[in-house]
């Protein structure tokens, strides 16, 4: 634990995504690792990375650099 009670954070690996329901890390091969793009409402690009897992759905928003790295 770091004062004020909080842990500190750990940089996430573009192949790892949170689990909701598991609230763990979930690493995930590359070639399952689909890419989507979305235009949102008010003009931004928004960029996800989306797996499955165990038959879980898995998303993960990224900016457009790790994005391209998918495509």
Do not use: H
């Not at 500190?8 to 590359?30: L, Q, R, Y």
């Not at 399952?32 to 998303?59: C, F, H, P, W």
């Amino acid at each position: 634990m770091v004062e004020g009670g909080k842990a500190k954070k750990t940089k996430m690996a573009e192949t790892e995504f949170w689990s909701v329901k598991d609230k763990k890390k979930i690493g995930v091969n590359p070639e399952d690792i689909k890419v989507q793009k979305k235009q949102m409402k008010n003009g931004r690009t928004s960029y996800m990375l989306r797996a499955e897992k165990d038959g879980r759905k898995l998303v993960k928003f990224v900016n457009e650099v790790t994005y391209k790295k998918f495509c």
